[in-house]
Every structure is written in structure tokens, then in C-alpha cells.
């Protein structure tokens, strides 16, 4: 068992903010991630249809037959919370690691959480930083244009359109003096330098998807999961969108090019089977 993979899935490219981590902290582990390329965004999406995207994505993982499986999505996690109690398999999302590393992490007691409008109406993060203390005092804002910039490519700092968005989302926030934000959905950090730059240095920002591979290394040493330490991990990338537009995003995520490993799949049509 320990030499199967670690699946994660994510609906586009933001989960391989959580592969990224899961590379340096594992570094003898085989990835396989699936990023729902064509169906992006989830978070705009019903509850209904989330559920039913999240459970084709976990299917597809199984079928490679992984070890662990992480939604390494804000938006799935939040909704989908079956895959909790229904997978075969271990299982983590987004929300606890990054709920208890803000609670940890805050010296005000003033959180601030970000995410897609499907994770900002489901309180999922609120509700876990206040079953860890409930004296916390936490402000929400849900932020989809956020993906949108993301997944096209529009990620410095510098840019007028990035900083103007930034402004609007997060002005409230910064008025209510937060020193604590969670960056809830894990397209965020992608865009953290231009967060961290209006919020200012003294506001602690939270990576749900670094977090998030964390406690999942510690979910594999925990079970006795880890792979050989003679093994020199890889990863490859499944995607139901073009493989080309992939490649290219792909590589602002992970600082390094990702060229034979990535594949085209249809998901609806694996579903099927
Ligand atoms: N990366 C996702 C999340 O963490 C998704 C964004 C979306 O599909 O709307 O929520």
C-alpha cells in the first residue's frame, strides 16, 4: 500500500499549491493530481453539482488505485463533506489543517477568511475556528473573481487590474483590523505578494494549500503509509481541459516546467465506466 500514490484533485489549477508543498515535505512520494480544467470554476456553482463533480473526481483517483485523497479545493471541501465518512481510502480537505493554523496562528483574535462564494455561504471555516475557540471573532469575504485572475494568468502584484480587485474584496477586512487571514480556496496563494502587500507584513496570511499537504504527511507517517525512502517521487497530472493551456499555468504554480506528465481525460466519460 505504501507504494500507491497520493491522489489530489482540485477543480483547476489551484490544488498544485498543495503539490507544490506535498514535493518538498514528501519528496519520496508518487503524486497524482486531476485538476477539472473544463469544468472550472466550482465555486459559483450548487451545492448539488458540486457534490456530484467532487465524487466523480474521488472515483477517478480510486481508479488509479491512491493511497490518500486530498481536495486540495476550499469549494469541495467545504460542500462535499461525504467524501469524509464515504471514501475507501484515508481522506483530507482544506478546512481543518487551515481553520486550526489561523486559530494558532492569530495574536488579536481577529480572523479574516477568503474563499469561493459556494466556501463563504457554507461557514465551513468559520464554524471550525469556533468549535477550537469560540472567542475568536471572524470576518468573511467571498472572493470569485480571485479564480478568474488566477486561471488566466493575471497574477502580479504590479498590475492595476490585480491590485484594484484586491482593494475592493478586502477594504472591510482591513478596516476591522484582522491580523489573520485565510487565504480559503487554493487559487489564493498565487496571489498572495499582492494580498500581503494592501493588507501589510503584520497580517499573517494562511496558505490552505501548504496546510493542507502538512497534515497529510502527518496523516501517511500516522498510518504507516510513507513510500521507501530509496524512492525518488514523481507526479503526473490529469486534466479534462487542453493539455497545452495546463502546461503553461501549471508552470507559474510549481516553479518548474511540467511537460511529458500530463494527460487529457474526460471525467463524465470515466464516470460511465
Ligand atoms: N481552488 C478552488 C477552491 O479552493 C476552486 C476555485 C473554484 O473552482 O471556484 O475553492
Redesign the pocket.
Known sequence: MSEQSIGVF???L??LTAVKELIKVLPHENIIYFGDTAR?????RSQKTIRRYAKQDADFLLSKGVKLIIAA???VSSVATELYTELPVPFTGVVVPTATAAVNATRNGKIGII??SA?INSGSYKKEILRQNNGITVFQQDCPLF?SLVETGFISPDDDIVRLVVERYLCEMKKDGIDTLILG???FPIIAKAISDYLGSNVCLIDSGRETALYAANILKTNGLLNKESTAGSCSYYVTDTVESFRHTAEIFLGKSVEDEVRHINIEQVALQ
Open positions: 482540485d477543480s483547476g489551484g490544488g472550472v470554476p466550482y465555486g459559483n479545493c476550499g469549494t474563499g469561493t466556501t479564480v480556496c487554493t487559487h
